[in-house]
């Protein structure tokens, strides 16, 4: 895990929580927030994302314009490089990988802007969090009070600040963004 300490392309969580950090039921998204899902595109295009293969099942393909690296016990799957979908069975596995396709795709001078996000699931986060540099949180305005959570995130060791407030409609609750910049 040493090489992921010394990454060069920076650990980027990103997440989607409700007010006691559950991020999920194990299956589908819990809810659908229209410019969430504009930000999480925006912030993520061009760089890898690294999931585990449930939360790559609930999405149910690659998303586009980004590396798909799925973490998964499963042997014997096939990568589609044409979709830019692979899949790893180790998170030392998914970083390495995250790397190649970032050496691969841009020229030294892009690639001062690139980030590796974790995408999530519950276990992803849990392997992941310890190594990320900023968390970019999308803070849903309900409690669910069972699921899938989010690590906890200690205030200790992390600067937080909003970055905006979204009030709710019929449609979509209240949810706001925020930032974690590791101290």
Not at 24 to 51: A, C, E, F, Q
Not at 136 to 161: M, R
Request: charge should be positive; hydrophobic fraction near 40%; aromatic fraction near 12%.
């Amino acid at each position: 895990m040493e090489i992921i300490k010394k990454n060069k392309f920076p650990l980027v969580a990103i997440v989607a929580v409700s007010r006691d950090f559950i991020i999920g039921d194990g299956n589908k998204m819990l809810w659908h927030l229209p410019n969430d899902l504009k930000r999480l595109k925006s912030i993520t295009l061009g760089n890898p994302l690294i999931m585990g293969r449930k939360t790559f099942d609930s999405i149910g393909k690659p998303l586009s314009g980004r590396a798909n690296i799925i973490l998964t016990n499963k042997k014997n799957l096939k990568d589609n490089i044409q979709f830019d979908k692979y899949f790893v069975q180790s998170f030392e596995d998914a970083v390495i990988k995250a790397n190649d396709w970032i050496n691969k795709k841009f020229k030294k001078n892009e690639q001062n802007t690139k980030n590796i996000f974790i995408f999530g699931g519950g276990e992803i986060y849990k392997l992941a969090l310890n190594f990320c540099s900023q968390i970019e949180l999308t803070l849903v305005d309900v409690n669910l009070k069972k699921g899938v959570s989010f690590p906890f995130i200690d205030k200790k060791k992390w600067k937080k600040k909003m970055i905006q407030k979204v009030e709710g409609n019929e449609s979509y609750p209240s949810h706001s963004f925020w930032v974690y910049n590791r101290k």
